[in-house]
């Protein structure tokens, strides 16, 4: 099955710094890569996903890109803001049946 | 806009006790999850299920079961709760068996037990 590495488990930035997040996959079958934010004491929402026909995705200050040959994607967030603290999760799988996540990076936006 | 509910938000419970974990999704959605979130190993799936009365095991199924009688809903059983069994745990729902499609979680339960 699937296995989702995710680093860093915590990363610290200044507001307006940018933010990184990468994770790798084992599963060269998976092609669907979501990306969770989840804020203390709330349920995880999708903030952005790509497919794997796609290389990069774009939404304001969030992009994700995914290198399929080396079965990595990461995150980025630009012009962090104190709103953006929380724990992001990514996961990989194959058609969301066997969807799989990572442990997790707690991001600290110090403003 | 889809809504997951879950039955509590908060439960103590002692070990032997039989706990039931109840989720309710109104979007008619195929897709069912079941997963506990425990720091430093990230959302674990339990079970999913892709259809009524059927059933798949996720990376951790063991000391849990499952029940889907009806679309809506998605049941977690925890035959005799153990205190390794405390946990966050988190119901998820989405749309179709076979497709790339979002997750969309419930608030979640706290379970502890004693």
């Known amino acids: 099955g699937e296995n989702v590495e995710q680093h860093p488990s915590t990363l610290s930035v200044q507001e307006g710094d940018s933010a990184v997040i990468k994770c790798t996959y084992s599963?060269?079958?998976?092609?669907?890569f979501p990306w969770y934010k989840q804020e203390l004491g709330k349920r995880p929402q999708l903030i952005i996903d790509?497919?794997?026909?796609?290389g990069e995705k774009k939404d304001q200050r969030i992009a994700v890109t995914l290198n399929k040959t080396a079965k990595h994607f990461s995150l980025h967030i630009t012009e962090t803001q104190p709103e953006d603290s929380a724990v992001y999760f990514c996961?990989?799988?194959?058609?969301?049946?066997?969807?799989?996540f990572g442990a997790g990076t707690r991001l600290t936006v110090k403003p | 806009d889809v809504k997951v509910t879950q039955s509590s938000r908060y439960l103590v419970k002692r070990t032997g006790e039989k706990v039931f974990l109840e989720c309710v999704q109104d979007m008619d959605h195929e897709n069912m999850f079941w997963y506990r979130q425990d720091p430093g190993l990230g959302l674990r799936l339990i079970y999913f299920s892709y259809d009524v009365k059927m059933k798949e095991k996720g990376d951790i199924p063991e000391g849990y079961s499952v029940s889907r009688e009806k679309k809506e809903r998605f049941s977690l059983i925890l035959e005799s709760a153990s205190t390794n069994q405390t946990s966050m745990y988190l119901c998820a729902s989405s749309l179709g068996r076979g497709r790339s499609d979002t997750q969309y979680f419930g608030p979640g339960t706290r379970l502890t037990v004693l």
């Open positions: 790509i497919r794997s026909n796609v």
């Open positions: 599963d060269s079958a998976s092609n669907y």
């Open positions: 996961a990989a799988g194959y058609n969301n049946n066997d969807m799989r």
